[in-house]
């Protein structure tokens, strides 16, 4: 089942922070993220696992919180490189090993 | 090294035509995804391989939708009898080994365009 993101957009000004939330109905072993910009491919942030540490990727953190079935994204001091389309991808350890469902996804727009 | 890449990139076809969409993952990747991407949504998974094995299909939409990957290297996304509700864009992905803790690459995709 797809996972729920939220918000589905948000503006920031340059320097800000913003936290993009992903949450699913069923037990999550993964959660991926990614960030879409405008004609291209998703570009892989970081993976967090079931029982792992938060991961970080420059000024970008993420936590997963394995009981409340959800992973939140941390865009700290925010560059106007962090514009584009955030997606969530999570595996489910009783689903098809591998397989990922994404979610809708959340449009940030970092304004100088 | 070389990302995932897709052929053609941009495929415009006639409904009632077939059409076949190739991946080329990176080099010594197990792993194998295809996802379809509509505008301003997330990749929706239609099958995976590891190795030559379709370890999953659950996601293609209909028999019209099959997938290949004979010698578990490149992969073929065949579309039978398109149908306009198939415009998207295909995108494809690999991982290094298997599993869901493995992170996925995903190539340029193919825009489809059935008229």
Redesign the interface.
Known sequence: Q?PVQSPQAVILREGEDAVINCSSSKAL??V?W?RQKHG?????LM?L?KGGEQMRHEKISASFNEKKQQSSLYLTASQLSYSGTY?C?T??PY???????????TQVVVTP | GAGVSQSPRYKVTKRGQDVALRCDPISGHVSLYWYRQALGQGPEFLTYFNYEAQQDKSGLPNDRFSAERPEGSISTLTIQRTEQRDSAMYRCASSLGWGSQETQYFGPGTRLLVL
């Open positions: 797809q072993y993964s991926h990614y291209e491919a998703p570009v892989f993976i696992l997606f991808g595996g489910q689903d098809s090993w591998g397989k990922l469902q994404f979610g809708a996804g």
